[in-house]
């Protein structure tokens, strides 16, 4: 019966009409990519077409959980600085924005949270890529968005199922849809052909003892679901704090004294963060009035 209910939304949420698909600009930008005469500042040019897509895209990478000492004022700047990989994981994470925003400004809080958390982490480990780790935690929760907008019965069934059960929004989603939001995240990052790099953390960030390539990035995203819900930050309704894989925290090899002072810097980050968030919501507000 489960595997009859995965088939079925796994159906729909292939057949989605209204989540942002890989947008053609990606398409054009991985062609470029391949072409090694293409300079960064071509790529940028590119992107600078889309006005809109270029504003969000450097409000991303100028925000607090990439931590560049001087403000990136070029999309060819960012290119270099963070990687092509990156850069199209952003585009799309910009493509989701709106959306987020729109529909649920503490998921977008949380997604943003956990980010400045997987940034702390990878630097700390000394993680080739540590943008990578980053940009997987800031999309971790893309499946959340999926099942709002695509199954919006389903979903206010989830919501019922939080309330009145008094159970995370997780094991409200295995018991209606007989999958949760990590699977469902990891098949749009799969059908956005984005890098393993990324795929993995995403699918596997409550599971991530079955990454099979990315582990450690893997357990990073994990870890920092955990503690950015732990410390109350843009969870909404769902109070509910994961548990800790213990092969995903010896992974980490982190101690007591380690986690004080990154429990610090995360909480220095997370007032730019928190300024970015209420930037998003007066914008919100704005569009309201």
Not at 173 to 188: F, I, M, Q, Y
Not at 227 to 256: Q, T
């Amino acid at each position: 019966m489960a595997d009859d209910k995965k088939t079925k939304y796994r159906k729909a949420l292939k057949q989605t009409k209204n989540l942002p698909t890989l947008p053609g600009i990606v398409a054009k930008l991985t062609k470029m990519a391949e072409d090694p005469d293409t300079t960064t500042e071509q790529m940028g040019k590119v992107i600078s077409k889309d006005h809109i897509l270029a504003a969000k895209l450097l409000m991303l990478v100028n925000s607090a959980f990439y931590g560049f000492p001087q403000k990136i004022s070029s999309l060819s700047s960012a290119i270099v600085l963070l990687g092509f990989n990156v850069i199209k994981s952003l585009i799309i994470s910009a493509s989701i924005f709106e959306l987020m925003e729109n529909k649920d400004v503490e998921l977008w809080e949380h997604s943003l949270g956990c980010a400045v958390v997987c940034s702390v982490l990878a630097k700390r480990l000394d993680i080739k890529d540590p943008e990578e780790v980053s940009t997987a935690g800031l999309i971790h929760d893309i499946g959340k968005v999926a099942i709002k907008i695509e199954l919006p019965k389903e979903n206010a069934l989830i919501d019922q199922t939080v309330s009145k059960k008094k159970v995370s929004r997780r094991e409200a989603e295995l018991a209606v849809l007989g999958l949760d939001h990590s699977v469902v995240g990891g098949w749009l990052a799969k059908g956005w052909y984005l890098p393993e790099k990324l795929v993995e953390p995403v699918a596997c960030h409550h599971n991530p003892q079955t990454a099979r390539q990315e582990k450690l990035p893997t357990a990073i995203v994990h870890f920092s679901d955990i503690m950015i819900r732990g410390m109350g930050y843009g969870h909404g309704d769902d109070i509910w704090v994961p548990p800790l894989s213990k092969k995903a925290w010896g992974m980490l090899g982190l101690g007591p004294a380690d986690l004080d002072e990154i429990i610090d810097e995360v909480e220095e980050k997370l007032w730019d963060v928190k300024g970015f968030s209420l930037e998003i919501k007066s914008g919100l507000e704005n569009k309201m009035t």
